[in-house]
């Protein structure tokens, strides 16, 4: 099986035609017939059904289509990656963010950061949660994403950077610490109705977790995935909700809100890199990988001083 013949079974699915595709490929009919016959071959599976319409894929050329895209993009890369080796980095970066979390604030930073270093690379960056990630970043519609460690899923590789401790966040008309402590014990939050993420989020996980361990009962005020709305609810006094130090600094930063830290239990999420395992990264990618871990490590050595609630994950 070579290339060649994946890319004239491309096109022909694409098309929907054996005329149209040899048309467009300016390949004769007979000879993409024959391509198509040869692949049908070596596979042992009938790939098309021809009718007066057209072709349709079967069901083995369904799959072999999405395998030959894939195929076909990384060759691609590869030959772009050859044709600029030692060149400066260049390409198309793909990033998602949690929008929970400290990452989605260095948005303008980053950007300027790539464009500065990198004028050649082309920056996508999305808001995305852990739900349609995975699948995402397995079929390399996404380079990168930073986000709380999710469940184990096959074909992606987390890697940790920070470790924090989570805040509870609220309202400084909630009264949530009268006594001024700067923080409150898991019991003490839970007095408060809870704005969390859905169940498949790593931090509405963590304090599920905490509830069941300590016989605790969670007041869930609604589910929010929607960061400018949590930030109308919170402003509301309507309830409170759980983030990372980080986060809570970035999305909550007026004075008109009281940040505690959560103890007795204390609670730690991980953030990382979520990449697939299965395919190396492009030059492009991999320079704004590097770039990303100094702009997370210098942004909390500025804020906090890498002292209390944030720990940074060493890398080998």
Known sequence: MDTRKLEYFVRIVDA????RAASALHVAQPALSQQVSALEKDLKQRLLIRSKQGVEPTAAGTALYRHAQTILRLVEEARQDVATSGDAPAGRVSIAMAPYCMASSLAPTIVREVGQRYPDITL????????VLSEAIKNGRLDMALIY???????IRFTPMIVEDLYLVANAEAGADPEGKGSVTLR?????????PEDNHTIRRLVDK??????????????IESVPSLYRLLQANLGATVLPRSAADALFPDQGFTVLRIV???LQVKLGLCTADHEPMSEAAAAVL????????AQLLTRYGMMGDQTLVPHP
């Open 210 to 223: 905490a509830c069941g361990d300590q016989g605790l009962a969670l007041r869930l005020a609604g589910e």
């Open 16 to 19: 929907g035609s054996i005329t």
């Open 149 to 155: 460690e999710p469940r184990e899923n096959r074909g």
């Open 124 to 131: 996508h960056l999305t808001e995305i949660f852990g739900g």
């Open 264 to 266: 007795d239990p204390a």
């Open 290 to 297: 590097i770039l990303l871990r100094e702009m997370i490590k």
């Open 188 to 196: 003490e939050a839970l007095q408060l109705p809870l704005f969390l």
